[in-house]
């Protein structure tokens, strides 16, 4: 009965060792697709903000137009 708990204790602590294990070795990560995101999401920002002054401008024309 003894060995039995023991041997399922040892499996329990290796599957989890093993899951540890794994962890450690994916943390690896290539500074190329990091800089390469950073430039798509710079070209978004700089998108959105032009799209922004755009439609504020044609609103305030369209607001000016109506108005007088």
């Known amino acids: 009965m ?5 041997s399922f204790k040892d499996k329990i602590i290796q599957r989890y ?7 450690e070795e994916n943390k690896s990560t290539n500074i190329n697709v990091l800089l390469n995101r950073v430039k798509l999401d710079k070209k978004k920002e700089s998108r959105k903000k032009i799209l922004f ?3 504020t401008s044609l609103g305030l024309v369209l607001f000016g137009v109506l108005i007088f």
């Open 53 to 55: 002054t755009a439609a």
């Open 2 to 6: 003894k060995n039995s708990i023991v």
């Open 17 to 23: 060792k093993t899951v540890e294990e794994n962890l």
